[in-house]
Protein backbone atom coordinates (compact mmCIF):
# COMPACT_ATOMS: atom_id res chain seq x y z
CA UNK A 1 0.00 0.00 0.00
CA UNK A 2 1.13 3.15 -0.63
CA UNK A 3 -0.23 6.14 1.38
CA UNK A 4 -0.16 9.56 -0.54
CA UNK A 5 -3.11 11.11 1.93
CA UNK A 6 -1.10 12.74 4.32
CA UNK A 7 -3.09 16.40 4.69
CA UNK A 8 -6.05 13.94 5.40
CA UNK A 9 -4.34 12.53 8.15
CA UNK A 10 -0.86 10.71 9.18
CA UNK A 11 0.33 7.51 10.89
CA UNK A 12 1.64 7.89 14.41
CA UNK A 13 5.25 8.07 14.69
CA UNK A 14 7.06 6.18 16.82
CA UNK A 15 7.60 8.47 19.58
CA UNK A 16 4.00 9.34 19.89
CA UNK A 17 3.15 5.48 19.80
CA UNK A 18 6.04 4.82 22.57
CA UNK A 19 4.62 7.78 24.84
CA UNK A 20 0.86 6.84 24.81
CA UNK A 21 2.02 3.00 25.50
CA UNK A 22 3.67 4.42 28.44
CA UNK A 23 1.11 6.29 29.68
CA UNK A 24 -1.77 3.35 29.23
CA UNK A 25 -2.05 2.94 32.76
CA UNK A 26 -2.41 6.27 33.84
CA UNK A 27 -5.67 6.76 34.33
CA UNK A 28 -5.42 9.82 37.13
CA UNK A 29 -8.01 12.56 36.44
CA UNK A 30 -5.77 15.43 35.65
CA UNK A 31 -7.57 17.73 38.36
CA UNK A 32 -7.68 15.58 40.95
CA UNK A 33 -5.78 16.49 44.06
CA UNK A 34 -4.18 13.16 44.64
CA UNK A 35 -0.94 11.73 43.86
CA UNK A 36 -2.54 9.50 40.88
CA UNK A 37 -3.87 13.10 39.90
CA UNK A 38 -0.53 15.16 39.72
CA UNK A 39 1.03 12.63 38.04
CA UNK A 40 -1.49 12.87 34.84
CA UNK A 41 -1.53 16.52 35.29
CA UNK A 42 2.33 16.77 34.78
CA UNK A 43 2.09 14.61 31.59
CA UNK A 44 -0.65 17.03 30.36
CA UNK A 45 1.84 19.95 31.18
CA UNK A 46 4.86 18.42 29.78
CA UNK A 47 2.98 17.92 26.35
CA UNK A 48 1.91 21.39 26.62
CA UNK A 49 5.02 22.52 26.91
CA UNK A 50 6.27 20.29 23.65
CA UNK A 51 3.43 22.05 21.57
CA UNK A 52 4.10 25.50 22.84
CA UNK A 53 7.76 24.68 21.69
CA UNK A 54 7.32 23.56 18.46
CA UNK A 55 5.29 26.79 17.75
CA UNK A 56 7.92 28.76 18.88
CA UNK A 57 6.76 29.60 22.04
CA UNK A 58 8.65 29.74 25.42
CA UNK A 59 8.37 27.02 28.08
CA UNK A 60 7.01 29.75 30.12
CA UNK A 61 4.34 30.95 27.33
CA UNK A 62 3.28 27.21 27.64
CA UNK A 63 -0.17 28.29 29.17
CA UNK A 64 -1.13 30.30 25.84
CA UNK A 65 -1.79 26.06 24.41
CA UNK A 66 -5.37 24.95 25.05
CA UNK A 67 -5.82 21.22 24.44
CA UNK A 68 -9.19 20.96 22.20
CA UNK A 69 -10.26 18.09 20.54
CA UNK A 70 -9.75 18.47 17.05
CA UNK A 71 -8.72 21.07 14.72
CA UNK A 72 -11.97 21.82 14.00
CA UNK A 73 -12.82 22.54 17.73
CA UNK A 74 -9.60 25.10 17.95
CA UNK A 75 -11.05 26.89 14.58
CA UNK A 76 -14.53 27.12 16.27
CA UNK A 77 -13.33 28.32 19.85
CA UNK A 78 -11.17 30.80 17.90
CA UNK A 79 -14.46 31.90 15.95
CA UNK A 80 -17.33 31.74 18.06
CA UNK A 81 -15.09 32.24 20.99
CA UNK A 82 -14.38 35.96 20.03
CA UNK A 83 -17.35 36.44 17.81
CA UNK A 84 -19.67 36.22 20.87
CA UNK A 85 -17.20 37.68 23.67
CA UNK A 86 -17.43 41.20 21.91
CA UNK A 87 -20.63 43.41 21.57
CA UNK A 88 -21.78 42.95 17.80
CA UNK A 89 -22.75 46.47 17.01
CA UNK A 90 -19.44 47.61 17.89
CA UNK A 91 -17.90 45.62 15.40
CA UNK A 92 -19.54 43.20 13.16
CA UNK A 93 -17.68 42.90 9.70
CA UNK A 94 -15.61 39.65 9.90
CA UNK A 95 -12.84 38.88 7.03
CA UNK A 96 -12.35 35.55 5.69
CA UNK A 97 -11.55 34.18 2.51
CA UNK A 98 -13.41 31.82 0.00
CA UNK A 99 -11.45 28.70 0.20
CA UNK A 100 -11.97 28.15 4.18
CA UNK A 101 -11.52 25.02 5.49
CA UNK A 102 -15.38 23.96 6.50
CA UNK A 103 -14.45 24.44 9.73
CA UNK A 104 -14.35 27.58 9.30
CA UNK A 105 -16.47 28.79 6.47
CA UNK A 106 -19.66 27.00 8.19
CA UNK A 107 -18.98 28.43 10.69
CA UNK A 108 -19.21 31.93 9.20
CA UNK A 109 -22.61 30.90 7.99
CA UNK A 110 -23.77 30.82 11.17
CA UNK A 111 -22.40 34.03 12.07
CA UNK A 112 -23.57 35.50 9.32
CA UNK A 113 -27.07 33.98 10.43
CA UNK A 114 -26.65 35.54 13.48
CA UNK A 115 -26.39 39.12 11.62
CA UNK A 116 -22.90 39.26 11.30
CA UNK A 117 -21.20 40.80 8.31
CA UNK A 118 -19.30 38.20 6.63
CA UNK A 119 -16.60 39.31 3.81
CA UNK A 120 -14.66 36.56 1.85
CA UNK A 121 -11.41 37.17 -0.21
CA UNK A 122 -11.16 35.55 -3.25
CA UNK A 123 -7.76 33.33 -3.29
CA UNK A 124 -7.88 33.11 -7.34
CA UNK A 125 -4.52 31.48 -8.25
CA UNK A 126 -3.73 30.85 -4.45
CA UNK A 127 -2.96 34.61 -3.69
CA UNK A 128 -5.24 36.40 -1.32
CA UNK A 129 -7.50 39.54 -3.13
CA UNK A 130 -5.47 42.01 -1.00
CA UNK A 131 -7.09 45.10 -3.46
CA UNK A 132 -10.26 43.61 -1.58
CA UNK A 133 -9.27 43.27 1.98
CA UNK A 134 -7.52 47.16 1.91
CA UNK A 135 -10.78 48.06 1.09
CA UNK A 136 -12.40 46.41 3.46
CA UNK A 137 -10.37 46.58 6.24
CA UNK A 138 -11.76 49.72 8.49
CA UNK A 139 -12.51 50.35 12.26
CA UNK A 140 -15.58 47.82 12.02
CA UNK A 141 -13.91 44.63 11.55
CA UNK A 142 -13.65 42.57 14.82
CA UNK A 143 -12.05 39.71 13.37
CA UNK A 144 -9.67 38.55 10.20
CA UNK A 145 -9.23 34.43 9.79
CA UNK A 146 -7.35 33.42 7.00
CA UNK A 147 -5.86 29.80 6.66
CA UNK A 148 -1.75 29.43 6.62
CA UNK A 149 -2.01 26.53 3.92
CA UNK A 150 -4.73 25.42 1.44
CA UNK A 151 -5.78 22.04 2.31
CA UNK A 152 -6.54 21.67 -1.29
CA UNK A 153 -4.26 23.54 -3.25
CA UNK A 154 -1.25 23.77 -1.10
CA UNK A 155 -1.36 27.44 -1.49
CA UNK A 156 0.40 29.30 1.11
CA UNK A 157 -1.03 32.85 1.79
CA UNK A 158 1.17 35.59 3.11
CA UNK A 159 -0.92 35.84 6.42
CA UNK A 160 2.16 37.73 8.35
CA UNK A 161 1.48 40.75 5.76
CA UNK A 162 -2.40 40.78 5.95
CA UNK A 163 -2.30 40.67 9.94
CA UNK A 164 0.12 43.62 10.12
CA UNK A 165 -2.03 45.50 7.79
CA UNK A 166 -5.11 45.05 9.76
CA UNK A 167 -3.56 45.93 13.19
CA UNK A 168 -1.93 48.74 11.81
CA UNK A 169 -5.52 50.21 10.26
CA UNK A 170 -7.64 48.83 13.36
CA UNK A 171 -5.58 47.96 16.62
CA UNK A 172 -8.58 46.31 17.90
CA UNK A 173 -8.81 43.52 15.71
CA UNK A 174 -8.61 40.04 16.58
CA UNK A 175 -6.22 37.71 13.77
CA UNK A 176 -6.95 34.05 13.93
CA UNK A 177 -4.78 31.46 11.85
CA UNK A 178 -6.11 28.17 10.69
CA UNK A 179 -2.89 26.68 10.60
CA UNK A 180 -3.47 22.98 10.65
CA UNK A 181 -2.08 21.96 7.23
CA UNK A 182 1.25 24.73 7.63
CA UNK A 183 1.97 23.14 11.30
CA UNK A 184 5.59 22.07 11.18
CA UNK A 185 5.60 22.04 7.17
CA UNK A 186 6.22 26.18 7.04
CA UNK A 187 8.43 28.29 9.18
CA UNK A 188 5.59 30.19 11.15
CA UNK A 189 4.41 30.36 14.14
CA UNK A 190 1.31 32.44 15.56
CA UNK A 191 3.95 35.54 17.46
CA UNK A 192 5.84 36.04 14.10
CA UNK A 193 2.81 35.74 11.89
CA UNK A 194 1.27 38.13 14.47
CA UNK A 195 -1.52 35.90 15.28
CA UNK A 196 -4.22 36.28 18.33
CA UNK A 197 -5.49 32.79 17.83
CA UNK A 198 -4.07 29.73 15.79
CA UNK A 199 -5.19 26.82 15.54
CA UNK A 200 -3.57 22.93 14.96
CA UNK A 201 -4.29 19.75 15.25
CA UNK A 202 -2.40 16.51 16.38
CA UNK A 203 -3.41 13.80 13.39
CA UNK A 204 -1.23 16.05 10.34
CA UNK A 205 1.65 15.87 12.15
CA UNK A 206 1.97 12.09 13.36
CA UNK A 207 -0.19 12.21 16.47
CA UNK A 208 -2.93 10.42 17.55
CA UNK A 209 -6.67 11.46 16.52
CA UNK A 210 -9.04 14.04 18.53
CA UNK A 211 -6.57 16.24 20.10
CA UNK A 212 -6.06 19.44 18.59
CA UNK A 213 -5.29 22.94 20.58
CA UNK A 214 -5.41 26.87 20.33
CA UNK A 215 -3.39 29.09 20.74
CA UNK A 216 -4.97 32.34 22.61
CA UNK A 217 -2.11 35.23 22.80
CA UNK A 218 -2.04 36.67 26.43
CA UNK A 219 -3.34 40.08 25.14
CA UNK A 220 -6.82 38.58 24.09
CA UNK A 221 -7.18 36.58 27.82
CA UNK A 222 -6.15 39.61 29.48
CA UNK A 223 -8.51 41.71 27.48
CA UNK A 224 -11.36 39.28 27.64
CA UNK A 225 -12.03 39.34 23.69
CA UNK A 226 -12.46 35.63 23.78
CA UNK A 227 -14.96 33.22 25.96
CA UNK A 228 -15.23 29.66 26.17
CA UNK A 229 -18.34 27.85 24.35
CA UNK A 230 -17.53 24.51 26.17
CA UNK A 231 -18.38 25.48 29.63
CA UNK A 232 -17.98 23.23 32.58
CA UNK A 233 -15.50 22.15 35.26
CA UNK A 234 -12.95 24.74 33.82
CA UNK A 235 -10.65 22.80 32.77
CA UNK A 236 -7.77 24.44 30.18
CA UNK A 237 -7.52 27.30 32.05
CA UNK A 238 -11.50 27.42 31.78
CA UNK A 239 -11.32 27.92 27.88
CA UNK A 240 -12.07 24.22 26.93
CA UNK A 241 -13.96 22.37 29.89
CA UNK A 242 -14.21 18.54 29.97
CA UNK A 243 -11.77 16.11 31.39
CA UNK A 244 -8.39 16.33 29.34
CA UNK A 245 -7.68 13.50 26.60
CA UNK A 246 -5.06 12.13 28.76
CA UNK A 247 -3.56 9.59 25.87
CA UNK A 248 -4.22 12.26 22.84
CA UNK A 249 -2.57 15.24 24.07
CA UNK A 250 0.77 12.80 25.70
CA UNK A 251 0.77 11.34 21.97
CA UNK A 252 0.47 14.74 20.66
CA UNK A 253 3.49 16.37 22.87
CA UNK A 254 5.65 13.41 21.60
CA UNK A 255 4.71 14.28 17.82
CA UNK A 256 5.21 17.91 18.31
CA UNK A 257 8.67 17.63 19.95
CA UNK A 258 9.67 14.69 17.00
CA UNK A 259 8.48 17.00 14.26
CA UNK A 260 9.62 20.40 15.62
CA UNK A 261 13.12 18.90 15.92
CA UNK A 262 13.39 17.15 12.00
CA UNK A 263 11.50 20.33 11.32
CA UNK A 264 14.51 21.62 8.92
CA UNK A 265 15.31 17.75 7.44
CA UNK A 266 11.56 16.89 7.09
CA UNK A 267 10.78 19.47 5.17
CA UNK A 268 13.36 19.44 2.79
CA UNK A 269 12.59 15.89 2.04
CA UNK A 270 8.67 16.69 1.42
CA UNK A 271 10.48 19.13 -0.97
CA UNK A 272 12.28 17.13 -2.96
CA UNK A 273 9.13 14.27 -2.96
CA UNK A 274 7.17 16.90 -4.17
CA UNK A 275 9.42 18.22 -6.95
CA UNK A 276 9.63 14.54 -8.07
CA UNK A 277 5.92 13.97 -7.76
CA UNK A 278 5.54 16.93 -10.11
CA UNK A 279 7.74 15.75 -12.42
CA UNK A 280 6.18 12.16 -12.81
CA UNK A 281 2.71 13.63 -13.01
CA UNK A 282 3.91 15.98 -15.99
CA UNK A 283 5.07 12.90 -17.45
CA UNK A 284 1.84 10.71 -17.09
CA UNK A 285 0.00 12.94 -18.53
CA UNK A 286 -1.81 15.40 -16.12
CA UNK A 287 -1.46 19.01 -15.00
CA UNK A 288 -0.20 20.46 -11.94
CA UNK A 289 -2.77 23.37 -10.15
CA UNK A 290 0.76 25.08 -9.56
CA UNK A 291 -0.20 28.08 -7.38
CA UNK A 292 1.84 31.37 -7.42
CA UNK A 293 3.66 32.03 -4.79
CA UNK A 294 5.19 29.84 -1.82
CA UNK A 295 3.68 26.33 -2.28
CA UNK A 296 3.20 23.97 0.66
CA UNK A 297 5.57 21.20 0.87
CA UNK A 298 3.55 18.18 1.10
CA UNK A 299 0.43 19.17 -1.15
CA UNK A 300 0.19 18.20 -5.17
CA UNK A 301 -3.30 19.49 -6.75
CA UNK A 302 -3.07 17.75 -9.38
CA UNK A 303 -5.95 17.86 -12.94
CA UNK A 304 -6.32 14.92 -15.33
CA UNK A 305 -7.35 14.69 -18.49
CA UNK A 306 -11.14 14.51 -18.67
CA UNK A 307 -11.28 11.81 -16.22
CA UNK A 308 -13.72 12.62 -13.20
CA UNK A 309 -11.63 12.28 -9.71
CA UNK A 310 -13.45 9.95 -8.15
CA UNK A 311 -13.40 7.25 -11.05
CA UNK A 312 -9.20 7.71 -10.97
CA UNK A 313 -9.50 7.71 -7.01
CA UNK A 314 -10.76 4.37 -7.60
CA UNK A 315 -8.12 2.57 -9.70
CA UNK A 316 -5.25 4.14 -7.79
CA UNK A 317 -7.13 2.49 -4.75
CA UNK A 318 -7.75 -0.83 -6.77
CA UNK A 319 -3.83 -0.47 -7.28
CA UNK A 320 -3.48 0.02 -3.21
CA UNK A 321 -2.66 3.58 -3.92
CA UNK A 322 -4.37 6.16 -1.42
CA UNK A 323 -5.10 9.95 -2.79
CA UNK A 324 -7.81 12.14 -2.07
CA UNK A 325 -10.61 14.18 -4.56
CA UNK A 326 -10.31 17.53 -3.81
CA UNK A 327 -10.06 17.33 -0.01
CA UNK A 328 -10.99 14.32 2.33
CA UNK A 329 -13.16 16.59 4.29
CA UNK A 330 -15.31 17.83 1.65
CA UNK A 331 -15.65 14.17 -0.29
CA UNK A 332 -18.99 13.89 2.41
CA UNK A 333 -20.25 16.35 -0.47
CA UNK A 334 -21.16 15.39 -3.75
CA UNK A 335 -20.75 19.55 -4.90
CA UNK A 336 -17.75 20.18 -7.15
CA UNK A 337 -15.06 21.79 -4.23
CA UNK A 338 -15.69 25.74 -3.89
CA UNK A 339 -12.00 26.48 -3.41
CA UNK A 340 -10.76 24.91 -6.88
CA UNK A 341 -13.37 26.85 -8.70
CA UNK A 342 -12.18 29.92 -6.64
CA UNK A 343 -8.27 28.79 -7.25
CA UNK A 344 -9.78 29.49 -11.01
CA UNK A 345 -10.49 26.65 -12.51
CA UNK A 346 -13.34 25.36 -14.84
CA UNK A 347 -16.09 23.35 -12.99
CA UNK A 348 -15.58 20.35 -15.15
CA UNK A 349 -11.57 20.75 -14.39
CA UNK A 350 -12.11 20.76 -10.45
CA UNK A 351 -14.06 17.84 -10.96
CA UNK A 352 -11.01 15.92 -12.40
CA UNK A 353 -8.65 17.31 -9.39
CA UNK A 354 -6.85 14.68 -7.05
CA UNK A 355 -5.37 15.72 -4.15
CA UNK A 356 -1.84 13.79 -3.43
CA UNK A 357 -0.37 14.56 0.08
CA UNK A 358 3.17 13.20 0.76
CA UNK A 359 4.17 12.38 4.01
CA UNK A 360 8.11 12.01 6.06
CA UNK A 361 7.77 8.36 5.45
CA UNK A 362 7.50 8.13 1.75
CA UNK A 363 9.99 7.19 -0.39
CA UNK A 364 11.26 8.11 -4.29
CA UNK A 365 9.99 4.58 -4.99
CA UNK A 366 6.75 5.24 -3.71
CA UNK A 367 6.68 8.54 -6.09
CA UNK A 368 7.66 6.50 -9.07
CA UNK A 369 5.32 4.02 -8.79
CA UNK A 370 2.53 6.21 -8.02
CA UNK A 371 3.57 7.93 -11.34
CA UNK A 372 3.55 5.12 -13.29
CA UNK A 373 0.24 3.69 -12.18
CA UNK A 374 -1.15 7.06 -12.56
CA UNK A 375 -0.11 7.08 -15.87
CA UNK A 376 -1.56 3.45 -16.85
CA UNK A 377 -4.80 4.61 -15.11
CA UNK A 378 -4.78 8.01 -18.01
CA UNK A 379 -3.89 5.96 -20.79
CA UNK A 380 -6.37 3.21 -19.63
CA UNK A 381 -9.68 5.81 -18.75
CA UNK A 382 -8.81 8.38 -21.46
CA UNK A 383 -8.69 4.84 -24.26
CA UNK A 384 -12.25 3.52 -22.54
CA UNK A 385 -13.26 6.82 -22.59
CA UNK A 386 -12.96 7.08 -26.81
CA UNK A 387 -14.57 3.82 -27.44
CA UNK A 388 -17.85 4.35 -25.08
N1 LIG B 1 -8.25 23.13 8.93
C1 LIG B 1 -7.66 22.59 7.86
C2 LIG B 1 -6.97 23.49 6.88
C3 LIG B 1 -7.69 21.21 7.65
O1 LIG B 1 -7.11 20.69 6.55
C4 LIG B 1 -8.36 20.40 8.58
C5 LIG B 1 -8.46 18.93 8.36
O2 LIG B 1 -8.29 18.44 7.28
C6 LIG B 1 -8.94 21.00 9.70
C7 LIG B 1 -8.87 22.37 9.84
C8 LIG B 1 -9.67 20.18 10.72
O3 LIG B 1 -8.79 19.48 11.56
P1 LIG B 1 -9.33 18.20 12.37
O4 LIG B 1 -9.42 17.08 11.40
O5 LIG B 1 -8.30 17.99 13.44
O6 LIG B 1 -10.65 18.59 12.93
Known amino acids: MIYLDNSATTALCDAAKKKIAECLDCYGNPSSRHTLGLDSKKLVDEARVSVALSLGLKRGDAQSIIFTSCGTEANNLAILGSAYAKDKRRANKIITTNSEHPSVENVMQRLERDGFDVVRLSTRGGELDVEKFEQEMDSSVLFVSVMAVNNETGACYDVKKLFAEAKRRNPDVITHCDAVQGYLKLDICPQK????????????????????????????????????????????????????????????????????????????????????????????????????????????????????????????????????????????????????????????????????????????????????????????LVRFKRLY
Open 193 to 380: MGADLYSVSAHKIHGPKGVGALYISPDMVKTKKIIPYIIGGGQESGFRSGTENLLGIVGFGAAAREGFENFSQNREKLISLRKLCEEEVTRAGAVVNTPCGERAPHIVSIRLPKIKSETMLNFLSAKGICVSAGSACSSHSQSVSGTLVDFGLARDEADSTIRVSLGIYNTEEDIKTFGAVLKDGIDM
